[in-house]
């Protein structure tokens, strides 16, 4: 019963830190920026 729970416990813990990461790598995408919010061309 023990193993079987820090097992499961271990597979949460890396499931998440996996999606964690994949969120940063996707939302941090400095490409996107541009498209989103494009520099302007006449500076103030």
């Known amino acids: 019963m023990f193993l079987t ?4 416990f271990s597979a949460v813990l890396l ?4 999606f964690f990461i ?3 790598q996707v939302g941090l995408d ?3 920026s ?3 919010d494009p520099k302007p061309k006449e500076k103030y």
Do not use: D, F, Q
């Open 5 to 8: 729970t820090v097992l499961g």
């Open 15 to 18: 499931i998440a830190t996996g």
């Open 22 to 24: 994949h969120y940063l």
């Open 30 to 32: 400095s490409k996107s």
């Open 34 to 36: 541009v498209t989103v």
